[in-house]
């Protein structure tokens, strides 16, 4: 599609103090510049993925180890571990987890909103001798100042906010930009409900030179967000600094067009469509309420009664 088709597709209502379908257009025009080069980029190297496989809450020390340990083997390079619901724990295996990776390979925390406003800024201060990139989704999704307040404290000590993947509207990223309430856009591929509305939301975070770095992991999510990161780079941020994707390692088998990931990076995907079309058996099989995994489950309920 051509720079103004794309901006067609765009709904510019409530954000034109932001962006305008000028302006659109002009980020849209100027993306135009080396496409052919960053195509062929991501063709050979793909767009950069970090991995949130290795560090959920509850696992073990040494299931910690061995998976951060095969990740690397892997070519992993940036890990994001879950935080939140003890302190002296998220301590324990931040070390452990720091130390496994290195000083220079990247480290992430992810609290899934766990905490009030001040809450947030006194635990993440007592993990910033670890060296995070960033804490994401410290408080409510929908706390957009008190994400600026966060995103202020936390300033000092190089650490960013991350947030957006509950974001439901281009009105809500809006706002966020506006109030510098985040210094990493989590673009949800289902959340925003559209391609459209993620066009609306890449566009913004250019103009205020914010990186995207999506919300994947769910079923599917990874498979439909390749496509935006990667339109992304081409066509309108052109840049790949502070960038990367969240991948997961499960749920794919479900899909006809799996994502590709190689040397820790999403490969473009060479097949039409969007990537989300699901094995007849999968669905067969996991259909609500007739499906036999559905019917097992019903059946033990059962039984246990």
């Not at 913004?204 to 990186?211: G, L, R, S, V, Y």
């Not at 990931?261 to 007739?290: C, R």
Request: proline residues 5%; negative net charge.
């Amino acid at each position: 599609m051509t720079p103004e088709q794309l901006a067609l597709c765009i709904d510019f209502r409530y954000i034109t103090d932001v962006l305008t379908e000028a302006q659109a257009l002009e980020i849209l025009q100027n993306g135009k510049g080396r496409q052919e080069t960053r195509e062929e980029h991501m063709l050979k190297s793909g767009y950069p993925a970090y991995t949130t496989s290795c560090a959920w809450l509850g696992y073990s020390d040494e299931n910690l180890q061995k998976l951060c340990s095969d990740a690397l083997k892997e070519g992993w390079t940036r890990f994001k571990v879950k935080v939140g619901a003890d302190l002296q724990d998220d301590i324990r295996r931040c070390k452990l987890i720091r130390d496994m990776i290195g000083p220079d390979n990247k480290l992430m925390l992810d609290a899934n909103q766990r905490w009030d406003v001040d809450e947030a800024i006194a635990w993440v201060k007592e993990l910033a001798v670890f060296k995070p990139l960033w804490i994401e989704e410290p408080t409510s999704p929908d706390d957009i100042l008190g994400h600026g307040t966060i995103s202020k404290a936390l300033a000092p000590l190089g650490i960013g906010v991350a947030t957006g993947e509950q974001c439901h509207n281009r009105v809500m990223f809006k706002q966020f930009l506006q109030a510098h309430s985040l210094q990493y856009l989590q673009i949800d591929s289902c959340r925003l409900g559209s391609v459209n509305e993620n066009l609306s939301v890449l566009l913004m975070a250019k103009k205020f030179n914010i990186p995207v770095c999506p919300h994947a992991g769910g079923v599917g999510l990874c498979e439909l967000v390749q496509h935006l990161i990667i339109f992304d780079y081409i066509s309108v941020s052109g840049s790949l600094e502070n960038r990367m994707c969240e991948y997961v390692d499960h749920l794919h088998e479900h899909f006809k067009y799996p994502v590709t990931i190689h040397n820790a990076a999403y490969m473009p995907p060479l097949d039409p469509g969007y990537s989300t079309e699901m094995k007849e058996d999968s669905v067969l099989l996991y259909q609500f309420p007739g499906g036999a995994i559905w019917q097992q489950l019903i059946h033990e309920k059962k039984v246990k009664v």
